[in-house]
């Protein structure tokens, strides 16, 4: 297997704290890598690190993320826009919310596809249909006639996976997918979710407090505690025998987890 | 922030003791005239000069902010007042009180700013006091809707139920409740209305509908002067800058206030 | 839509009401006997006889209801009544002011307009560097600047100083609008462009914003495409609102400047004591503002997809 994404002692400081402290890892073709915490144990911070999504305030102040021989944090804005959407994919907790309530989803998408290389809409409409149709839309056209706004929550999260996968990206970055979710439509984004790793061979790195989801789809998982790693390791032994303390208390907290 | 807040907190209270003092601050008696030394140029003796009358406009400047400041913190504490007891009463009683003073503030809220101020001015005649009056009649209403809502949100709030289980009685509610818990956003509005309520008295004043000379009072001393800009530019901008200083300081003060004020900024 | 549309006009029958009742009794209030004044403003002496008989015809030994009644039939058909100073019938005379008031207002609105909007952008998004930090500066000092003041200020600079434009108006031209123009458009843009900023701040705070960053749109783009758009409704329901200050402030400058329009013929009557002139000045400008108002409502909802398609959550 192929490596994709490498972090390596990655320190990352906001408004001049430190909330990521030396943290390492790296995921590779078609693997799922979950991220675990505690609110505000710096887990969606590791991801928008990747993405140059920190914003003005955060920085990455040590250590290199390594994507297809580049340093993602070293790279220019410009350069990393066009890594964005192409080669790495985001999704969000409220997907519904990561489009402009005002637009339609399909003049969102056509923007997304054009940004990014020229296409005519006639074209973009075909691939836009084809893919939603794989995600299980049934209906596609009204899908993209749609404003965000109209469509359920578990619709948005769908399309807003559906919209990540449009330009094929090697890895797709989950900020809490599901978490904002019911619990039928949670198990219908996890679905989701392992159907493109399927078909695609995306990588995916899937941040969540939600250990059910974890065990679920993860082949590693990761566990944060205040912006160190406790524990990294194979999905199963974690869970089977947890090392650290912490892993150990929050297993602990879980209520049983049978799969 | 909370530097900020003391500086022009201590700047603006300055302010008004020195205008409620006014009266013994000025170097000269600001009504006293001397002809023969009229349209004086600024100079150490006088500051800014004379008008053409010869009165020091230094001694009419700090005179005249005893209309322009006082007057309107006068003014703007009145609305709040009036405005935050309607609000409140309204919220309070709701059935058809409410609607009823809520269509009235409807009413006073489609006049256009100033015009319907200018009406009431020219209705009741001229004079600071009318003019204070008119500014007021234009102004409650916004007081009234800020306290009104604001009341209405604490309302179906669980603590305020709970008090209500417990056995408050109303006055209590209203006074130990409801009232701290609204003052945040009303205070916030009044300070910034202070400095717009100045320039409004200062435009009707000089209009000739507030102030009129020989009273020294800021916008009517330009509109009095305004003829002699070419020549003597002093004597029209001294007041001016007046008003132009202590709006900024009230300003600052407010925006100082509301970011204080503001959750958002977690003191 | 359409049932919105009804329910608004319906809204705004009491109100109209409201502000019609409200000028007239207050005018009454004022002008307690037309009749004396009338005549004491033409400078004529006259017996009771010719006075009782005035009022009678104009209806003034009437109750107040009926009075208020009548005028208020008379306004629907343009008679507003006569000026006690020229005799003249006062809605046409308001009417032939007008344009030029309109004339002034829309040209500041469009100096505000070209001002205030591309600034506010910058300023959005330059947030906390120095473009913002110097369009603040700017904004807030016109913030405590009074519009009698700019115009002096103005008059001093541009006209005198620099003999560029008329200090007084000499008639209704585009030239001498220039000057009452700009002074309102300086107090106005210093307000708007804060208000612009805010509105744009807060949409480019929006989770779109990094949803669009996320699939690589440019910032240009997400600027002109999404958070322009959304903004777009925010805005202009501000500049309608500051329209209502705008036609207040008329008052004072076109008279600062000499401008024939009906801020000066109001502040004209209200010298000179004139009722039935100030009266149609307060009704006519509150109509309008209320119009204004009315008109942006509906395109705020003729442009959010959001309330047009009736979603109240978004």
């Given at each position: 297997?192929?490596?994709?994404?490498?972090?390596?002692?990655?320190?990352?400081?906001?408004?001049?704290?430190?909330?990521?402290?030396?943290?390492?890892?790296?995921?590779?073709?078609?693997?799922?890598?979950?991220?675990?915490?505690?609110?505000?144990?710096?887990?969606?911070?590791?991801?928008?690190?990747?993405?140059?999504?920190?914003?003005?305030?955060?920085?990455?102040?040590?250590?290199?993320?390594?994507?297809?021989?580049?340093?993602?944090?070293?790279?220019?804005?410009?350069?990393?826009?066009?890594?964005?959407?192409?080669?790495?994919?985001?999704?969000?907790?409220?997907?519904?919310?990561?489009?402009?309530?005002?637009?339609?989803?399909?003049?969102q998408l056509y923007e997304f596809m054009t940004e990014h290389k020229k296409i005519k809409a006639d074209v973009f409409e075909n691939q836009a249909e084809e893919l939603l149709e794989k995600f299980g839309f049934e209906d596609p056209k009204r899908v993209l006639d749609s404003y965000p706004f109209e469509l359920s929550g578990g619709m948005q999260q769908r399309v807003g996976i559906a919209a990540a996968m449009l330009l094929n990206p090697k890895i797709l970055m989950a900020d809490e997918p599901t978490s904002a979710l019911d619990v039928t439509v949670q198990k219908q984004v996890v679905e989701e979710m392992l159907m493109v790793r399927e078909t695609f061979g995306t990588s995916i790195v899937l941040v969540t407090h939600n250990m059910g989801v974890i065990r679920a789809m993860a082949d590693k998982v990761l566990i944060l505690h205040e912006g160190e790693i406790m524990e990294y390791g194979v999905t199963e032994e974690v869970f089977e025998h947890p090392e650290s303390v912490y892993t150990k208390k929050l297993l602990a907290a879980v209520p049983k987890l049978r799969r | 922030?909370?530097?900020?807040?003391?500086?022009?907190?201590?700047?603006?209270?300055?302010?008004?003791?020195?205008?409620?003092?006014?009266?013994?601050?000025?170097?000269?008696?600001?009504?006293?005239?001397?002809?023969?030394?009229?349209?004086?140029?600024?100079?150490?003796?006088?500051?800014?000069?004379?008008?053409?009358?010869?009165?020091?406009?230094?001694?009419?400047?700090?005179?005249?902010?005893?209309?322009?400041?006082?007057?309107?913190?006068?003014?703007?504490?009145?609305?709040?007042?009036?405005?935050?007891?309607?609000?409140?009463?309204?919220?309070?009683?709701?059935?058809?009180?409410?609607?009823?003073?809520?269509?009235?503030?409807?009413?006073?809220?489609?006049?256009?700013?100033?015009?319907?101020?200018?009406?009431?001015?020219?209705?009741?005649?001229?004079?600071?006091?009318?003019?204070?009056?008119?500014?007021?009649?234009?102004?409650?209403?916004?007081?009234?809707?800020?306290?009104?809502?604001?009341?209405?949100?604490?309302?179906?709030?669980?603590?305020?139920?709970?008090?209500?289980?417990?056995?408050?009685?109303?006055?209590?509610?209203?006074?130990?409740?409801?009232?701290?818990?609204?003052?945040?956003?009303?205070?916030?509005?009044?300070?910034?209305?202070?400095?717009?309520?100045?320039?409004?008295?200062?435009?009707?004043?000089?209009?000739?509908?507030?102030?009129?000379?020989?009273?020294?009072?800021?916008?009517?001393m330009m509109s009095d002067t305004r003829n002699l800009l070419t020549t003597h530019p002093w004597v029209t901008l001294a007041p001016g800058c007046a008003i132009f200083v202590s709006v900024m300081i009230f300003n600052l003060l407010g925006d100082t206030v509301r970011d204080w004020l503001d959750p958002r900024n977690g003191r | 839509m359409k049932k919105y549309v009804l329910h608004r006009f319906l809204q705004l029958i009491p109100i109209l009401l409201g502000i019609t009742f409200l000028s007239f009794a207050m005018m009454r209030l004022a002008g307690s006997d037309v009749v004396t004044e009338m005549y004491q403003n033409r400078g004529t002496e006259v017996s009771q006889e010719i006075i009782d008989a005035k009022r009678a015809e104009l209806g003034l030994d009437q109750p107040f209801l009926i009075q208020y009644g009548?005028?208020?039939?008379?306004?629907?058909?343009?008679?507003?009544?006569?000026?006690?100073?020229?005799?003249?019938?006062?809605?046409?005379?308001?009417?032939?002011?007008?344009?030029?008031?309109?004339?002034?207002?829309?040209?500041?609105?469009?100096?505000?307009?070209?001002?205030?909007?591309?600034?506010?952008?910058?300023?959005?998004?330059?947030?906390?560097?120095?473009?913002d930090l110097i369009l603040r500066f700017f904004s807030f000092i016109g913030n405590a600047l009074p519009n009698f003041f700019v115009a002096m200020l103005l008059m001093q600079l541009l006209s005198i100083k620099l003999q560029l434009l008329p200090v007084i108006s000499d008639g209704v031209t585009l030239k001498s609008a220039w000057m009452p123009a700009l002074t309102l458009a300086v107090s106005m843009s210093a307000k708007y462009m804060r208000q612009v900023r805010a509105a744009v701040l807060e949409e480019w705070n929006k989770d779109y914003v990094q949803g669009a960053r996320a699939r690589g749109v440019r910032s240009r783009v997400i600027l002109w495409k999404n958070v322009m758009k959304s903004s777009m409704l925010t805005i202009i329901t501000l500049l309608a609102l500051s329209i209502g200050n705008l036609l207040g402030g008329t008052a004072i400058i076109e008279s600062i400047f000499m401008w024939d329009g009906v801020g000066k013929l109001a502040v004209d009557a209200i010298t000179m004591r004139d009722y039935p002139v100030i009266q149609a000045y307060v009704v006519w400008m509150a109509i309008i503002y209320v119009l204004v108002n009315l008109i942006t409502d509906l395109l705020y909802h003729r442009l959010d997809p959001r309330i047009r398609l009736g979603v109240t959550k978004g």
């Open positions: 297997m192929t490596e994709v994404i490498r972090y390596e002692h990655v320190d990352i400081s906001y408004k001049g704290k430190r909330v990521v402290h030396d943290v390492s890892f790296s995921v590779e073709k078609g693997e799922i890598l979950g991220i675990v915490g505690e609110s505000g144990s710096g887990k969606s911070t590791l991801i928008k690190a990747a993405m140059g999504l920190l914003g003005k305030d955060g920085l990455v102040t040590r250590g290199d993320i390594w994507y297809k021989g580049m340093d993602l944090p070293d790279l220019k804005p410009r350069e990393m826009r066009k890594l964005c959407g192409t080669e790495l994919g985001m999704i969000f907790q409220t997907a519904g919310s990561s489009f402009c309530p005002i637009r339609t989803v399909r003049a | 922030m909370k530097i900020r807040l003391i500086f022009f907190g201590i700047l603006a209270l300055a302010l008004v003791i020195a205008s409620y003092f006014s009266e013994y601050l000025c170097p000269y008696d600001p009504y006293l005239q001397d002809l023969g030394n009229a349209k004086a140029v600024p100079s150490a003796a006088h500051i800014f000069g004379t008008d053409r009358y010869g009165r020091d406009m230094l001694s009419r400047v700090i005179v005249g902010s005893k209309t322009s400041i006082y007057s309107t913190l006068l003014l703007v504490a009145f609305i709040t007042v009036l405005g935050t007891m309607i609000g409140v009463f309204c919220a309070w009683k709701g059935t058809w009180v409410d609607t009823v003073l809520m269509r009235i503030s409807d009413v006073f809220l489609a006049f256009p700013g100033l015009v319907f101020a200018l009406a009431v001015a020219a209705a009741l005649g001229g004079g600071v006091h009318n003019a204070i009056i008119a500014l007021g009649a234009i102004s409650w209403p916004k007081y009234a809707r800020v306290a009104r809502s604001e009341t209405l949100a604490q309302k179906e709030t669980v603590y305020l139920r709970a008090a209500k289980l417990s056995g408050c009685g109303t006055w209590k509610l209203i006074f130990k409740h409801i009232l701290p818990n609204i003052t945040g956003p009303i205070l916030v509005t009044a300070m910034l209305d202070i400095g717009t309520m100045m320039m409004e008295l200062a435009g009707l004043s000089f209009l000739g509908l507030g102030a009129k000379p020989p009273v020294a009072e800021w916008g009517s | 009548r005028w208020l039939g008379g306004m629907l058909t343009g008679d507003m009544g006569e000026s006690y100073m020229t005799g003249k019938p006062v809605f046409p005379t308001f009417l032939s002011k007008l344009p030029a008031t309109l004339l002034l207002t829309a040209l500041s609105i469009i100096l505000t307009i070209l001002v205030s909007i591309p600034f506010g952008i910058l300023a959005a998004v330059t947030h906390d560097k120095i473009p």
